[in-house]
């Protein structure tokens, strides 16, 4: 799939990915993939935090676990979204030919530099899948200097988004809590840093 084709156009089917995801998500809040109660409170907290700045964070009526996703860490070696189990994290899939993902990516590194904690961790992802090295570069010019390097080279980690019904383009954000369990998801920028923002991150957190 050609990512640039993603970039935030809303396609029928991707409408009815999501539409079929919605309803068959709300039948059912047990069984395989199901979280815990505390997972279910702390959605019913952020709800109301979806406002202002972050009005478009969307949070599930009963969270399920993450979709499992693997990508690169800074140095290569290979991670799952199950490796960051045990804290809360933001996880944003991003490209250097993305303009929005662009334009987001200093409030992302504003926010590990206010937020980032052992319980708490900014996730940006690259998904570029040719001229790797622009995302090293773009990041640099930037000053990013809080945001670890991950990167996914192939473009599984969108293309197994995409099929889960969570992204139809790029950049898309997700609200995991320290169970695994996925709360919410921004679809498209976000200001990262605003005090929305910190507020919600702060209750993702459970505090």
């Given at each position: 799939m050609?990512?640039?084709?993603?970039?935030?156009?809303?396609?029928?089917?991707?409408l009815a990915a999501v539409a079929a995801a919605a309803f068959y998500g709300t039948k059912t809040d047990t069984g395989k993939g199901a979280c815990p109660a505390?997972?279910?409170?702390?959605a019913d907290k952020l709800r109301p935090l979806a406002r202002g700045e972050?009005?478009?964070?969307?949070?599930?009526?009963f969270p399920r676990l993450a979709t499992a996703l693997?990508?690169?860490?800074?140095?290569?070696?290979?991670?799952?979204?199950?490796?960051?189990?045990?804290?809360?994290?933001?996880?944003?899939?991003?490209?250097?030919?993305?303009?929005?993902?662009?334009?987001?990516m200093p409030a992302l590194d504003r926010l590990q530099a206010a937020a980032g904690a052992p319980e708490f961790e900014v996730v940006t992802v690259n998904v570029d899948t040719a001229r790797v090295e622009r995302a090293g570069k773009f990041l640099d010019e930037i000053g990013v200097s809080h945001l670890i390097r991950y990167a996914d080279h192939s473009g599984?980690?969108?293309?197994?988004?995409?099929?889960?019904?969570?992204?139809?383009?790029?950049?898309?954000?997700?609200?995991?809590?320290k169970d695994g369990c996925e709360l919410?998801?921004?679809a498209g920028p976000a200001n990262w840093d605003s005090p929305d923002a910190l507020a919600a991150v702060k209750a993702l957190e459970g505090g």
């Open positions: 050609n990512l640039k084709r993603a970039a935030y156009v809303l396609a029928p089917l991707g505390a997972s279910l409170a702390l972050i009005a478009a964070l969307k949070i599930e009526k693997a990508f690169a860490g800074a140095d290569g070696g290979k991670l799952a979204l199950a490796d960051f189990k045990g804290r809360a994290i933001v996880l944003n899939l991003w490209a250097t030919w993305c303009a929005p993902c662009r334009a987001e599984d980690a969108f293309e197994t988004l995409r099929l889960a019904g969570k992204a139809l383009g790029l950049p898309t954000s997700l609200l995991i809590d919410g998801v921004v």
